[in-house]
């Protein structure tokens, strides 16, 4: 239970709503304390002695108390809903800004769906263990322990038995939550795996009508639901388990309550009045232990998701700034792979193998090599996407590690071989990483990207509303608003991989001549990751890949005399076809 420990820490952020929530639940305490006397008092003080002024006093005092109740019970009930929304709005943003922060390796290795569901079911199973199951254990402690005082004054015989039903129900109780909770997190996890499946299909519906696999797709869909159902279901049996025992022992402890009083009563050491106000008062310990009972399942399924929500919280934030780490603001263009090796997490074997090469200032590199040979790996290392395992990145001699981590990616332009577009306007897109950019720089960037024309042409221009993941663009539009979009920020080192795979000849011949003369001009160093013969050729020099391992490097002539690897790559990319 320390994960919801954590979650009732929180509410020292909010400790005045949370005092008022406790007063409106004491209050409410005492006035359902006082109607049971009320009762006595009628009975005993009234209706026996037909004191119709008693009875009047007693009707009134009665109306009075039931409006404090309900007073008091919308008093409890709003403000621990308020501060049940504060503790999700803030588990929401941490766990938002933690995904933010949260290194390469680890979103390599989770899994969306998992990551959706934690920031959605199980913070809404956290808000409702908040705003309902905690009042409803804090009232229900609260109001045994008032209640369990006044039978003990009122007839400590009868009370002696009627107590004797807490422990015996706690113990159940306390079983029921050790037994389950891992249940509880089987639920949520299956509800993880439903949703990454239904992600995967309206991500994947467009693959999955061109190959006919609705049938397999639905069928995988339901074996999942299947699961979760099951799942649901042993938790209902679970608590079918659990409860009945608690509702056979409570009437029992009823039944021997009055039995015994009755025989009190008649031999005169217990009024009416009192036995009707025990037995009221047996409703009010009874009523806390079945919300108590209640509330069980919602604790247990609340500590599961709270440990879920915790295990994101606390994950080890990989790349982070080095303390004294400084700003990346000048670049003088020299950047150095010394002896660099790399391993993904999880991997066994390495991705790059004792990499070593300088550049000189604004030379234009670039990265050739055969499918997995480590090209993009390279790129990754130099914004510190992720960090070598061994071996070390320099620009200007300074190890990358050094800088500080928003300088030093706000000053690289990148342009990532799978395209990422935002919901929002064409506009929106290219100024993702400058907002405030005017529409001026806006169309000059997209000239240069030979988009301008294309979005001159719509309707609506640049306030055009780019469908969800760029639905409605071709795989060439959107890589070029991409590259538009990095061309706006300040960067002193342009990284383009693979950046125009989706556009036709032509148009990545009229890119690569634009973004020559900007890579020349605006970059201390440039780097692309080569698949097209135009781009080799314009390179001031060839790094060349195979299984992780720099094999060769120098100018496109050079390696065509030296490379017999280089020209079959070559020859292998003058037989694929253009893209439209």
């Known amino acids: 239970m320390q994960s919801l420990n954590r979650v009732l820490g929180s ?53 009075l108390v039931a409006i404090g109740r309900g007073l008091f019970n919308f008093g409890q009930t709003f403000w621990a809903e308020k501060v049940s929304q504060g503790v999700a709005y803030d588990l929401r943003n941490i766990i938002f800004r933690k995904i933010q922060n949260l290194s390469f390796s680890y979103h390599d290795q989770a899994q969306t769906s998992q990551l959706l569901t934690r920031i959605t079911s199980d913070v809404e199973q956290i808000r409702t263990f908040v705003g309902t199951s905690l009042i409803q254990v804090v009232g229900a402690v609260v109001t045994l322990i008032t209640i369990a005082t006044i039978l003990i004054m009122m007839n400590w015989q009868l009370a002696l038995i009627t107590l004797g039903l807490v422990p015996i129900a706690a113990m159940i109780l306390a079983r029921f939550l050790i037994k389950n909770q891992k249940l509880f997190g089987q639920v949520q996890e299956r509800l993880g795996d439903l949703n990454a499946v239904l992600q995967e299909n309206i991500f994947g519906v467009r693959v999955v009508k061109a190959f006919v696999r609705e049938p397999i797709e639905m069928a995988r869909y339901t074996k999942l639901n299947d699961d979760l159902v099951k799942v649901n279901m042993k938790t209902i049996a679970a608590i079918r388990n659990t409860f009945p025992w608690i509702f056979l022992l409570s009437n029992l402890i009823t039944v021997i309550v009055v039995g015994v009083g009755g025989i009190q009563v008649i031999g005169g050491t217990f009024s009416i009045g009192e036995l009707v106000a025990f037995n009221s008062y047996l409703l009010f310990i009874l009523q806390p232990i079945l919300l108590i009972g209640f509330a069980a399942p919602a604790i247990a399924q609340a500590a599961a998701s709270a440990e879920r929500v915790y295990e994101v919280v606390d994950a080890e934030i990989e790349i982070s700034d080095r303390p004294h780490a400084v700003p990346f603001e000048k670049c003088g263009g020299r950047i150095t792979f010394e002896n660099v090796h790399f391993r993904y997490p999880g991997a066994t074997t390495e991705a790059l193998k004792g990499i070593s090469f300088e550049t000189k200032p604004q030379e234009l590199i670039a990265i050739l090599g055969m499918t997995g040979s480590g090209k993009s790996t390279i790129m990754n290392l130099i914004p510190r996407f992720y960090d070598v395992t061994a071996g070390a990145v320099r620009i200007d001699g300074r190890d990358v590690r050094d800088f500080q981590l928003e300088s030093l990616r706000s000053h690289i332009g990148i342009v990532f071989q799978e395209t990422t577009l935002f919901s929002g306007t064409i506009r929106d897109n290219i100024a993702y990483a400058e907002p405030n950019a005017p529409l001026e720089k806006v169309i000059d960037v997209a000239k240069t990207a030979q988009i301008h024309d294309f979005i001159a042409s719509l309707p609506d221009g640049y306030d055009t509303t780019v469908g969800e993941r760029g639905l409605g663009l071709s795989g060439g539009q959107k890589q070029r608003i991409a590259i538009a979009r990095t061309l706006l920020t300040n960067y002193r080192i342009l990284i383009l991989d693979d950046s125009t795979s989706a556009v036709d000849a032509k148009t990545a011949a009229d890119i690569q001549e634009a973004l020559d003369d900007l890579m020349r001009r605006k970059t201390c160093t440039s780097f692309v990751i080569a698949q097209r013969i135009s781009t080799v050729r314009n390179a001031d020099r060839i790094l060349l890949m195979d299984k992780g391992h720099l094999v060769a490097q120098g100018t496109h002539e050079d390696l065509m005399r030296t490379s017999t690897l280089y020209g079959s790559i070559l020859e292998s990319q003058m037989k694929q076809p253009t893209t439209a």
């Not at 008092?41 to 119709?52: E, L, P, R, V």
Request: glycine share 8%; hydrophobic share 55%; aromatic share 16%.
């Open 11 to 63: 509410l020292k952020y909010y400790w005045l709503i949370t005092t008022g929530a406790l007063i409106s639940l004491l209050l409410l305490t005492a006035a359902n304390a006082i109607t049971p006397q009320l009762f006595r008092w009628g009975i005993d003080q009234g209706i026996a002695s037909f004191d119709y002024q008693v009875i009047f006093e007693v009707a009134g005092a009665m109306v």
